[in-house]
């Protein structure tokens, strides 16, 4: 097989797991956190954003149990091994101690679960006890209790920063689900689920032990535009998915039977793609879970992650910026050159591997966090059928450029007509529900027609057309507000961040990475943490994030960043608005719009001449059909491509039937364009003229039949269309003109003589043009 | 005009000069003559006629003559080949007239169009060459006595089915016109049925062509002007002759078949083919082919007619023709194409076209009504000469009867388009410009006339269009003519650019 991998490691964040006394992957926040002599240095996994805060009381500390910073950074909690108090440390302040553990609770054996922030100020205790939603008073230098939870014994939970849940595993046999949804000034409880099984504490094993383990296969991601609670469990000697659905009022449930027979696997999710790792046979499955039963893309082969190797050189010293920097560079070299002797291949699949949602990974003995990443075209190719291969790339986020590869190479290998016209029905009816867009586009470049008949018909089409299109946006809305998860972040339309930063986005950071161009990274994403942020919590104070990163530098240099920041900030905004909405549907699909189809299949093929022209005008004319038929009104340029095809085929006749059948619209461009194409195909003037004529193109016309010299043609036109009285001076000169140079008297004369009242008025030129008369009479004597 | 008696044909005839060569070997310039009954004499006089006549017209003018008025009867003259001449004699429609207590027939001599004739002529050749190429090729391939026989196989039965009777629209105006009625099909439609085409062809690499007709209109075709046309002109004329629409009673009753003459013979029969596919045609069964794998009497049998589609285009096609209730698709196949002979194919394309046609073909007739409402106001005849569209707008309601206005419209029609080839063609180069103005201005393009029942015909030509208007106004005088003239213009062709 050409592709053996599926699946590899990318985009790796070194560290030396030996230098520290305390790390961990916060993938709430995205950090990774490194603990050592009292400092907590945090680097953003994307925009290696470096961040520290150091806190001389911990200088010695040895027993961390728990770390958790604040998403503005500006305040961290710690617990400690064996110990019920909570450590509380203000970035401006002193620290703080809270004892979580109620006095009456000492004897039963309380533990700790979990600290989770919600906001840069809220947070939540989890303990095998109770939830507890604190807050942290900044100008009391305390801590308060908003609402504690009594649910029974909590055995686990799993917590999604992104959409601020919590599921708590309660009850007696650890089935039972309680689920929050904590919003700015609500907390949502959502409906009450059983999980399908789950194993019972054995007699040797601790608390903790057993609720890690409850918690470990159990986490809240985000498919295609829905929340689910993904739970993975040993059934019947198999590894079975069960996915819930998270829905305000109900909870659906789904099952995936996957292929893996071990009790030892992860769960990651790519790209709306469920990733099965069989961490013992050390494969990963990728299932599908839109794709139907049948579907060749449901799951692909058990496939190994690509083999991972890391340069000893590039581990990260994080006391010194200019080995950050040396990093950076050679982290370049040693992609480019992977063969280097410094290379140190990684042992995939290890059993210390922590894999976090959605699909981080972190290595604690080689010291690097990873993500996920799927090799599309490689998992593309591997699926035979060509209409589930297509399905499936449209589903993905990244594609659009191998899904343009397939349809391309499909093309050129003459696939069957009736399989491309079933491809672009389907990306068609994706791409229906953003064309109004483009329709607004199309209606600045290109004047609405004019006839009687499409006045008649295709305006009122057209409104409904986009009143069908707004109507359908807000259906799309209601269907968010009603059916999906209680998703915080689904706040505007289409707008949807999708999940995390998108790959190519993510290697552009990488880039600036190597380049350590700090500032500038920690600006875009400062921009888009406060975009993020103002949803959930209105009161963080930007300047405040600023302070924390550049504490001790002076007060001019914080102008100047201020300065640039704001600068960058409009330069974020105009980028917005350039790009206009992202061309996603709110199901996550790819969006192939017509000029995708022109400029990357169509054109490209046209002009190379990779397939006979019959069959691309075949294909062409299907993707039009396609197009029409879903009401999207068919841009301009591909209606010229099609003439241009036909008139390279000599079936003219062709072009005046989509002309006469008013697949062609009538627009000025095209009508100029048959004006062109006289010399070859002489009746295309006919259709221009037709088409100016519609559309009240006078000037257009007498141009067009002076640029033919058909002088007398252009009389009887003004004579005709009663215009005589209305041109300008330098038309009837232009047109006096043209008949001179035909070099006949009696054309000339003809002209001078139907435009003489127009002429008298102006002496000069009455007298320039009899003298020309004159000449030209002589002339012709002669002859 | 109630006693007229139509005009009626009186003889048809094809020689080449050339084939005798001394007075004893005149009958051999004969090659074929109709009726057989005519004496010998008889067929050398008309032969000696129109030789003499093209001869002698050549004196006056570099174009031979076409044709020759007589008080009974009509003569034109065609020669599509070098020396191959066609002449066809009409005879004129005629009254009787009392002259004491006699009673005698007095000749419309001027009734008949020669426009309309010379159609019919042209016609005729096009369809012979389409089956049988031309007459020299024959000649070359086999002999004068080759041509003979085929000529006498193919023109009776080809003139049996021409209607000379000069009372319709169609046989008349439309003929000399040359046109194509088109079907008005809307843009969705017509992208799904240039879709089937294409399908099609990708899934049938040997079909290289195709063609859609809805009853006697066409839909659609993969052709160039002129071969559409000759095409559409077989299918109308020929095929679909005797062809009823849906919306008469009779459809669906089952015809009595026409038997077949020497059904097992191996040599094409152009008469058979068309008799067979005329039967077809008028089988009760939805969907089935006219011509491929055809169903006779409960055995399949395949009969694939070749055809060659215009003179301008040498390639030799194989017809199959299939038909799905009102509907009638042509796809011509490569000459030779493999599989053809086998049931398998037919079953194949039969699988792939049938549920769209279906589907189509109910389309087409759920609007066909709806599209018939429009246009009412107005009595016309539309062509086109781009794409040799015509059209026909009658009012149902109208006040005049067609048979009165029939020789009125042939009159004006026949005026109007004589002189349409003496046009220049250079007319892009600026000299020949003014001599093109001075010639339309010579060359009558609107002829108003009014007939003694007071029906008013408009008949008006520019370089592409050519239209026909009949009011019925009463009591109207040239000046009202002219304002309703400009309301039709204004409402139906305001959209075109008129030169």
Redesign the interface.
Same mark, same amino acid.
């Given at each position: 097989m050409q592709f053996r991998y599926y699946v590899e490691l990318f985009s790796p964040l070194y560290f030396n797991p030996k230098k520290y006394q305390f790390f961990k992957f916060d993938n709430s926040i995205e950090d990774l956190i490194l603990f050592q002599k009292g400092r907590i240095q945090g680097i953003n996994f994307y925009s290696n954003i470096h961040s520290s805060l150091k806190i001389p009381d911990l200088a010695n500390e040895t027993q961390i149990q728990e770390l958790e910073i604040s998403p503005n950074k500006n305040y961290v909690i710690i617990s400690r091994k064996e110990n019920s108090i909570i450590e509380i440390f203000f970035r401006f302040n002193k620290p703080l101690k809270y004892e979580y553990q109620p006095k009456k609770m000492k004897k039963i054996g309380f533990t700790l679960l979990g600290i989770k922030w919600l906001d840069n100020l809220n947070f939540l205790l989890i303990s095998n006890f109770r939830l507890e939603h604190m807050q942290v008073l900044t100008n009391k230098n305390g801590v308060k209790r908003i609402k504690s939870y009594n649910l029974g014994k909590i055995h686990g939970f799993t917590f999604s920063f992104e959409n601020r849940i919590i599921i708590l595993i309660t009850g007696k046999n650890a089935t039972t689900t309680n689920a929050f949804q904590f919003r700015p000034k609500q907390t949502i409880k959502l409906p009450i689920f059983e999980l399908k099984y789950s194993r019972l504490k054995e007699p040797n094993e601790t608390e903790r032990n057993y609720c890690l383990e409850m918690n470990k296969n159990l986490m809240i991601v985000q498919i295609y535009r829905n929340l689910y609670c993904v739970q993975l469990i040993q059934e019947d000697k198999k590894v079975k998915i069960y996915l819930y659905q998270l829905n305000k009022e109900s909870i659906s449930t789904c099952s995936i039977e996957t292929m893996i027979p071990r009790n030892k696997f992860a769960l990651s999710v790519v790209d709306s793609l469920l990733l099965v790792h069989d961490m013992e046979l050390k494969v990963t499955m990728i299932y599908d879970i839109r794709a139907s039963d049948d579907d060749e893309a449901k799951i692909t082969s058990p496939l190994s992650i690509k083999p991972f190797s890391i340069n000893e050189k590039r581990l990260i010293d994080n006391k010194s910026k200019k080995s950050l920097k040396n990093n950076g560079k050679s982290e370049k070299k040693t992609v480019k050159n992977e063969n280097n002797q410094n290379n140190q291949k990684i042992e995939l699949y290890k059993d210390q591997w922590v894999h976090l949602p959605p699909n981080f990974v972190l290595d604690p003995v080689d010291g690097f966090v990873c993500i996920y990443k799927l090799d599309l075209y490689s998992i593309a190719v591997s699926i035979t059928n060509q209409l589930s291969r297509v399905q499936f790339l449209l589903r993905r986020s990244n594609s659009k450029s191998i899904l343009i590869k397939f349809i391309k190479t499909m093309i050129i290998e003459?696939e /069957? #007509?009736?399989l491309l016209?079933y491809l672009f029905d389907v990306i068609n009816n994706i791409y229906n529900t953003v064309s109004y867009l483009e329709n607004s586009k199309d209606t600045q470049t290109e004047k609405p027609v004019i006839?009687?008949q499409n006045d008649m018909i295709l305006s009122p089409k057209r409104k409904r057309k986009i009143k069908r299109s707004r109507s359908f946006e807000k259906k799309i809305e209601n269907n968010k507000n009603q059916s999906t998860a209680p998703n915080i972040k689904r706040i505007g339309s289409v707008f949807v961040k999708g999940p995390k930063l998108p790959l190519e986005k993510l290697s552009k950071l990488k880039d600036l990475r190597n380049i350590n161009k700090e500032k500038l990274v920690k600006k875009t994403k400062q921009n888009e943490n406060r975009k993020q942020n103002q949803e959930i919590d209105l009161d963080i104070n930007l300047d405040e994030i600023n302070v924390f990163d550049e504490y001790e530098k002076d007060k001019n240099q914080k102008n100047q960043n201020q300065k640039n920041q704001k600068n960058q900030k409009k330069k974020n905004q105009n980028k917005k608005k350039r790009n206009g909405l992202p061309k996603t549907n709110p199901d996550g699909y790819v969006v192939l719009p017509q000029s995708d189809f022109y400029n990357n299949i169509f054109f490209p093929l046209f002009k190379r001449k990779a397939v006979e022209y019959e +069959?691309l005008?075949?294909v062409l004319?299907?993707y #039009?059909?396609s197009l029409?038929?879903l009401n999207i009104p068919v841009q301009v340029f591909l209606f010229s491509f099609l003439i241009e095809i036909l008139l390279q085929q000599k /079936?003219?006749?062709?072009i005046?039937? &989509?002309v006469?059948?008013?697949?062609i619209p009538n627009t000025e461009s095209l009508a100029l364009q048959f004006a062109g194409v006289f010399s070859s195909y002489p009746?295309a003037l006919?259709l221009a003229?037709?088409g100016? /004529? *519609?559309r009240k193109e006078s000037d257009l #016309?007498i141009q067009i039949l002076l640029s /033919?010299?058909?002088? *007398?043609?252009t009389l009887? +036109?003004i004579h005709?269309e009663k215009l005589k009285n209305k041109l300008s001076l330098m038309t009837i000169q232009t047109i006096l003109e043209f008949a001179y +140079?035909?070099?006949?008297p &009696? #054309?000339f004369f003809?002209a001078w003589n139907f435009f003489q009242d127009q002429l008298k008025d102006n002496e000069d030129l009455w007298k320039d043009y009899q003298k020309k008369n004159e000449l030209l009479i002589e002339k012709w004597n002669q002859k | 005009m109630q006693d007229l008696n139509l005009s009626k044909f009186h003889s048809f005839f094809i020689y080449n000069s050339t084939f005798s060569k001394s007075e004893e070997t005149e009958t051999d310039k004969i090659i074929f003559y109709y009726p057989e009954t005519t004496t010998l004499k008889e067929q050398l006089q008309n032969v000696g006629l129109i030789e003499a006549l093209t001869a002698y017209s050549l004196s006056f003018s570099n174009k031979k003559c076409n044709s020759l008025h007589l008080e009974k009867n009509r003569y034109v003259f065609f020669e599509p080949e070098k020396d191959y001449w066609l002449v066809l004699i009409i005879s004129n429609p005629f009254t009787y007239k009392m002259k004491g207590n006699e009673k005698i027939q007095k000749f419309k001599f001027n009734l008949l169009s020669d426009q309309t004739l010379l159609q019919i002529l042209k016609n005729s050749y096009r369809i012979f060459y389409m089956f049988y190429q031309t007459f020299n090729d024959l000649v070359q391939k086999n002999s004068v006595l080759y041509l003979k026989s085929i000529l006498a196989q193919f023109f009776p039965f080809y003139l049996s089915n021409i209607d000379f009777s000069y009372s319709s629209i169609e046989n008349t105006v439309w003929t000399a016109l040359d046109g194509i009625q088109?079907c008005s099909?809307?843009?969705?439609l017509?992208?799904?049925i240039?879709?089937l085409m294409?399908?099609v062809?990708?899934?049938f690499p040997y079909v290289k062509n195709s063609m859609l007709l809805f009853e006697k209109n066409l839909v659609?075709?993969?052709?160039? $002007?002129e071969e $559409?046309r000759n095409l559409y002109h077989f299918m109308c004329s020929q095929v679909l002759g005797q062809y009823k629409s849906t919306k008469s009673k009779e459809f669906g009753k089952e015809k009595p078949t026409v038997k077949l003459e020497n059904k097992e013979s191996t040599v094409f029969s152009y008469q058979n083919l068309i008799l067979g596919i005329q039967n077809l045609v008028a089988d009760i069964k939805e969907e089935h082919f006219l011509t491929g794998a055809t169903l006779i009497e409960n055995k399949v049998v395949i009969k694939i007619p070749t055809i060659f589609v215009s003179e301008s285009n040498t390639q030799k096609y194989q017809l199959i023709i299939y038909k799905s209730r009102n509907l009638f698709l042509l796809l011509f196949l490569e000459n030779e194409a493999p599989n053809l002979n086998e049931i398998s194919f037919y079953q194949k394309l039969s699988t792939l076209i049938r549920k769209e046609m279906q589907s189509i073909c109910e389309l087409l007739n759920n609007g066909q009504d709806e599209d018939e409402k429009i246009d009412q106001v107005f009595n016309y005849i539309y062509f086109n000469s781009?794409?040799l569209?015509v059209k026909q707008c009658l009012n149902e309601k109208r006040n005049f009867s067609l048979t009165d206005v029939i020789p009125q419209l042939v009159a004006v029609s026949d005026e109007l388009l004589r002189k349409k080839s003496q046009i220049p063609d250079e007319?892009?180069n600026?000299?020949t410009?003014?001599l093109?103005?001075i010639i339309e201005r010579e060359i009558p393009f609107e002829i108003i006339s009014q007939s003694k029942k007071s029906v008013w015909i408009v008949g008006k030509k520019t370089s592409?269009h050519v239209f026909f208007l009949i009011f019925d106004q009463k009591n109207v005088n040239l000046n009202s003519i002219e304002e309703e003239m400009e309301k039709f213009s204004s409402a139906l062709f305001?959209?075109?650019?008129?030169?």
């Amino acid at each position: 097989m050409q592709f053996r991998y599926y699946v590899e490691l990318f985009s790796p964040l070194y560290f030396n797991p030996k230098k520290y006394q305390f790390f961990k992957f916060d993938n709430s926040i995205e950090d990774l956190i490194l603990f050592q002599k009292g400092r907590i240095q945090g680097i953003n996994f994307y925009s290696n954003i470096h961040s520290s805060l150091k806190i001389p009381d911990l200088a010695n500390e040895t027993q961390i149990q728990e770390l958790e910073i604040s998403p503005n950074k500006n305040y961290v909690i710690i617990s400690r091994k064996e110990n019920s108090i909570i450590e509380i440390f203000f970035r401006f302040n002193k620290p703080l101690k809270y004892e979580y553990q109620p006095k009456k609770m000492k004897k039963i054996g309380f533990t700790l679960l979990g600290i989770k922030w919600l906001d840069n100020l809220n947070f939540l205790l989890i303990s095998n006890f109770r939830l507890e939603h604190m807050q942290v008073l900044t100008n009391k230098n305390g801590v308060k209790r908003i609402k504690s939870y009594n649910l029974g014994k909590i055995h686990g939970f799993t917590f999604s920063f992104e959409n601020r849940i919590i599921i708590l595993i309660t009850g007696k046999n650890a089935t039972t689900t309680n689920a929050f949804q904590f919003r700015p000034k609500q907390t949502i409880k959502l409906p009450i689920f059983e999980l399908k099984y789950s194993r019972l504490k054995e007699p040797n094993e601790t608390e903790r032990n057993y609720c890690l383990e409850m918690n470990k296969n159990l986490m809240i991601v985000q498919i295609y535009r829905n929340l689910y609670c993904v739970q993975l469990i040993q059934e019947d000697k198999k590894v079975k998915i069960y996915l819930y659905q998270l829905n305000k009022e109900s909870i659906s449930t789904c099952s995936i039977e996957t292929m893996i027979p071990r009790n030892k696997f992860a769960l990651s999710v790519v790209d709306s793609l469920l990733l099965v790792h069989d961490m013992e046979l050390k494969v990963t499955m990728i299932y599908d879970i839109r794709a139907s039963d049948d579907d060749e893309a449901k799951i692909t082969s058990p496939l190994s992650i690509k083999p991972f190797s890391i340069n000893e050189k590039r581990l990260i010293d994080n006391k010194s910026k200019k080995s950050l920097k040396n990093n950076g560079k050679s982290e370049k070299k040693t992609v480019k050159n992977e063969n280097n002797q410094n290379n140190q291949k990684i042992e995939l699949y290890k059993d210390q591997w922590v894999h976090l949602p959605p699909n981080f990974v972190l290595d604690p003995v080689d010291g690097f966090v990873c993500i996920y990443k799927l090799d599309l075209y490689s998992i593309a190719v591997s699926i035979t059928n060509q209409l589930s291969r297509v399905q499936f790339l449209l589903r993905r986020s990244n594609s659009k450029s191998i899904l343009i590869k397939f349809i391309k190479t499909m093309i050129i290998e003459n696939e /069957k #007509i009736s399989l491309l016209s079933y491809l672009f029905d389907v990306i068609n009816n994706i791409y229906n529900t953003v064309s109004y867009l483009e329709n607004s586009k199309d209606t600045q470049t290109e004047k609405p027609v004019i006839t009687i008949q499409n006045d008649m018909i295709l305006s009122p089409k057209r409104k409904r057309k986009i009143k069908r299109s707004r109507s359908f946006e807000k259906k799309i809305e209601n269907n968010k507000n009603q059916s999906t998860a209680p998703n915080i972040k689904r706040i505007g339309s289409v707008f949807v961040k999708g999940p995390k930063l998108p790959l190519e986005k993510l290697s552009k950071l990488k880039d600036l990475r190597n380049i350590n161009k700090e500032k500038l990274v920690k600006k875009t994403k400062q921009n888009e943490n406060r975009k993020q942020n103002q949803e959930i919590d209105l009161d963080i104070n930007l300047d405040e994030i600023n302070v924390f990163d550049e504490y001790e530098k002076d007060k001019n240099q914080k102008n100047q960043n201020q300065k640039n920041q704001k600068n960058q900030k409009k330069k974020n905004q105009n980028k917005k608005k350039r790009n206009g909405l992202p061309k996603t549907n709110p199901d996550g699909y790819v969006v192939l719009p017509q000029s995708d189809f022109y400029n990357n299949i169509f054109f490209p093929l046209f002009k190379r001449k990779a397939v006979e022209y019959e +069959f691309l005008e075949s294909v062409l004319t299907e993707y #039009i059909r396609s197009l029409n038929e879903l009401n999207i009104p068919v841009q301009v340029f591909l209606f010229s491509f099609l003439i241009e095809i036909l008139l390279q085929q000599k /079936k003219y006749s062709q072009i005046y039937h &989509l002309v006469q059948y008013k697949v062609i619209p009538n627009t000025e461009s095209l009508a100029l364009q048959f004006a062109g194409v006289f010399s070859s195909y002489p009746q295309a003037l006919c259709l221009a003229l037709d088409g100016l /004529k *519609m559309r009240k193109e006078s000037d257009l #016309i007498i141009q067009i039949l002076l640029s /033919k010299r058909r002088v *007398m043609q252009t009389l009887k +036109f003004i004579h005709h269309e009663k215009l005589k009285n209305k041109l300008s001076l330098m038309t009837i000169q232009t047109i006096l003109e043209f008949a001179y +140079f035909a070099q006949d008297p &009696l #054309i000339f004369f003809t002209a001078w003589n139907f435009f003489q009242d127009q002429l008298k008025d102006n002496e000069d030129l009455w007298k320039d043009y009899q003298k020309k008369n004159e000449l030209l009479i002589e002339k012709w004597n002669q002859k | 005009m109630q006693d007229l008696n139509l005009s009626k044909f009186h003889s048809f005839f094809i020689y080449n000069s050339t084939f005798s060569k001394s007075e004893e070997t005149e009958t051999d310039k004969i090659i074929f003559y109709y009726p057989e009954t005519t004496t010998l004499k008889e067929q050398l006089q008309n032969v000696g006629l129109i030789e003499a006549l093209t001869a002698y017209s050549l004196s006056f003018s570099n174009k031979k003559c076409n044709s020759l008025h007589l008080e009974k009867n009509r003569y034109v003259f065609f020669e599509p080949e070098k020396d191959y001449w066609l002449v066809l004699i009409i005879s004129n429609p005629f009254t009787y007239k009392m002259k004491g207590n006699e009673k005698i027939q007095k000749f419309k001599f001027n009734l008949l169009s020669d426009q309309t004739l010379l159609q019919i002529l042209k016609n005729s050749y096009r369809i012979f060459y389409m089956f049988y190429q031309t007459f020299n090729d024959l000649v070359q391939k086999n002999s004068v006595l080759y041509l003979k026989s085929i000529l006498a196989q193919f023109f009776p039965f080809y003139l049996s089915n021409i209607d000379f009777s000069y009372s319709s629209i169609e046989n008349t105006v439309w003929t000399a016109l040359d046109g194509i009625q088109f079907c008005s099909v809307h843009k969705n439609l017509y992208l799904r049925i240039k879709c089937l085409m294409n399908q099609v062809k990708s899934n049938f690499p040997y079909v290289k062509n195709s063609m859609l007709l809805f009853e006697k209109n066409l839909v659609w075709s993969s052709f160039e $002007t002129e071969e $559409t046309r000759n095409l559409y002109h077989f299918m109308c004329s020929q095929v679909l002759g005797q062809y009823k629409s849906t919306k008469s009673k009779e459809f669906g009753k089952e015809k009595p078949t026409v038997k077949l003459e020497n059904k097992e013979s191996t040599v094409f029969s152009y008469q058979n083919l068309i008799l067979g596919i005329q039967n077809l045609v008028a089988d009760i069964k939805e969907e089935h082919f006219l011509t491929g794998a055809t169903l006779i009497e409960n055995k399949v049998v395949i009969k694939i007619p070749t055809i060659f589609v215009s003179e301008s285009n040498t390639q030799k096609y194989q017809l199959i023709i299939y038909k799905s209730r009102n509907l009638f698709l042509l796809l011509f196949l490569e000459n030779e194409a493999p599989n053809l002979n086998e049931i398998s194919f037919y079953q194949k394309l039969s699988t792939l076209i049938r549920k769209e046609m279906q589907s189509i073909c109910e389309l087409l007739n759920n609007g066909q009504d709806e599209d018939e409402k429009i246009d009412q106001v107005f009595n016309y005849i539309y062509f086109n000469s781009i794409n040799l569209s015509v059209k026909q707008c009658l009012n149902e309601k109208r006040n005049f009867s067609l048979t009165d206005v029939i020789p009125q419209l042939v009159a004006v029609s026949d005026e109007l388009l004589r002189k349409k080839s003496q046009i220049p063609d250079e007319i892009d180069n600026p000299k020949t410009q003014y001599l093109r103005f001075i010639i339309e201005r010579e060359i009558p393009f609107e002829i108003i006339s009014q007939s003694k029942k007071s029906v008013w015909i408009v008949g008006k030509k520019t370089s592409n269009h050519v239209f026909f208007l009949i009011f019925d106004q009463k009591n109207v005088n040239l000046n009202s003519i002219e304002e309703e003239m400009e309301k039709f213009s204004s409402a139906l062709f305001k959209d075109y650019f008129f030169d």
